[in-house]
């Protein structure tokens, strides 16, 4: 009975090493321990995506001037002015502020003419006025609007200036400038004014028309 118990125990492991049975309780060499680390994937980052600059084609015109808005200009010229029979000279200034949209401006203006007569006798004006203007291409203006002030000429045969003969000058004026030098929001410019006068001097003189031509220069801001 003991050899045949033998027996079997001595084929059943026999039978178990040539199938290639592994012993559940022996220690596994193919199978990660739980103290592994798990392995690290990396994943490459795609370089970042950089738009092309705007087209621009080579020999493309410069941004147009700003137009619109608030308009300050100053203008210094000499002037030779034909009243009262007589011809003078004179130095003269305008102020003139206003505005521009589009092709169309509109300013409100004050002059100044200080000089002197053809017999050396000494004179001013004093007025102010409306300009409406248009705006003929980017450089070019072309106005006209109305004027009055007063002339003062000082009497030959009496020096005080409370004696000055004092006339009232109601008018209307043309006015044209031409930008010579540009930026964005300014300009200096050459100008050419005519303008017609009449003046009353009350019995004074019976002579009571008269004409004006400025030239010079200007700046407007």
Not at 13 to 29: F, H, I, L, S, W
Not at 165 to 192: P, Q
């Amino acid at each position: 009975m003991q050899v045949r118990v033998a027996l079997v125990l001595l084929l059943a492991a026999t039978a178990a090493q040539a199938q290639g049975t592994r012993d559940p309780y022996g220690p596994v060499d193919d199978e990660p321990t739980p103290h592994d680390p798990p392995p690290v994937i990396y994943v490459p980052i795609p370089p970042p995506i950089i738009a092309p600059p705007p087209y621009a084609p080579e020999g493309a015109p410069p941004a147009a001037n700003k137009k619109g808005g608030f308009i300050f200009r100053l203008d210094l010229g000499a002037d030779y002015r034909y009243a009262l029979k007589d011809s003078f000279g004179a130095a003269n200034l305008r102020m003139l502020l206003g505005g521009e949209s589009g092709h169309f401006g509109f300013g409100g203006f004050f002059d100044l003419e200080l000089g002197g007569s053809k017999e050396g006798l000494f004179y001013s004006v004093l007025d102010v006025g409306f300009l409406f203007y248009g705006i003929i291409g980017e450089h070019v203006r072309l106005g006209l609007g109305p004027q009055f002030g007063f002339m003062t000429i000082q009497r030959a045969t009496n020096d005080n200036p409370f004696e000055d003969l004092i006339g009232f000058l109601v008018g209307v004026n043309a006015d044209l400038s031409v930008d010579l030098v540009t930026s964005r929001r300014s300009a200096l410019l050459l100008f050419g004014r005519l303008r017609y006068d009449f003046v009353d001097t009350g019995a004074v003189s019976p002579f009571s028309h008269g004409a004006t031509f400025v030239v010079g220069i200007g700046a407007r801001l």
